[in-house]
T-cell receptor
Framework: EAQVTQNPRYLITVTGKKLTVTCSQNMNHEYMSWYRQDPGLGLRQIYYSMNVEVTDKGDVPEGYKVSRKEKRNFPLILESPSPNQTSLYFC?????????????FGPGTRLTVL | GDSVTQMEGPVTLSEEAFLTINCTYTATGYPSLFWYVQYPGEGLQLLLKATKADDKGSNKGFEATYRKETTSFHLEKGSVQVSDSAVYFCALSDQWRGSTLGRLYFGRGTQLTVWP
């Protein structure tokens, strides 16, 4: 089944404890992206990647890191999480040549930072 | 910068009522416009899209027309169902010389609840 998977789906952690949220897609998509969703603010883009080894900042990149070493994976790294990073995170991918068009979203990761 | 503004929610309707969710945009290039839908507990999924002025996107009874003169992309459905209850997001992806710039800008979302 073609899909975008995220792990974990739920995570409760403490301030300063490094964590990684994994994202994987099995559709051979070139474009991948991370968003956070907060009440009243909609979705805001954190980072995106047009292809392997190519990443760029979105609207809210502070406090996050990403890497794109292989086409299927795009992990989101929080080196030192803080409570203001408590949010619902979505990974998305897009078919070759589509850029930011028609994105396929994962199921989301709900992160709570205490 | 590029941005999307959509009507505040929540919107509550009875089954078979007419739905309009307003969306306007600001963009420096030639954007493509989208409506995404998020059902409870799920990720977003593309509902419909339009890539140039006067295009009409349609899917599952929903429609939206790309109006460049009013910079709008309002979502409409003639007869809503309980199963349409979800959050709806308007979005734009800017283009330059035919290629996308890698950014997708979302509105804040509109919660729709349909009662039987």
């Amino acid at each position: 089944e073609a899909q975008v998977t995220q792990n974990p789906r739920y995570l409760i952690t403490v301030t300063g404890k490094k964590l990684t949220v994994t994202c994987s897609q099995n559709m051979n998509h070139e474009y991948m992206s991370w968003y956070r969703q907060d009440p009243g603010l909609g979705l805001r883009q954190i980072y995106y990647s047009m292809n392997v080894e190519v990443t760029d900042k979105g609207d809210v990149p502070e406090g996050y890191k990403v890497s794109r070493k292989e086409k299927r994976n795009f992990p989101l790294i929080l080196e030192s999480p803080s409570p203001n990073q408590t949010s619902l995170y979505f990974c998305a991918s897009s078919p070759p040549g589509q850029g930011a068009f028609e994105q396929f979203f994962g199921p989301g990761t709900r992160l709570t930072v205490l | 910068g590029d941005s999307v503004t959509q009507m505040e929610g929540p919107v509550t309707l009875s089954e078979e009522a007419f739905l309009t969710i307003n969306c306007t945009y600001t963009a420096t290039g030639y954007p493509s416009l989208f409506w995404y839908v998020q059902y409870p507990g799920e990720g977003l999924q593309l509902l419909l899209k339009a890539t140039k002025a006067d295009d009409k996107g349609s899917n599952k009874g929903f429609e939206a027309t790309y109006r460049k003169e009013t910079t709008s992309f309002h979502l409409e459905k003639g007869s809503v169902q309980v199963s349409d209850s979800a959050v709806y997001f308007c979005a734009l992806s800017d283009q330059w010389r035919g290629s996308t710039l890698g950014r997708l800008y979302f509105g804040r979302g509109t919660q729709l609840t349909v009662w039987p």
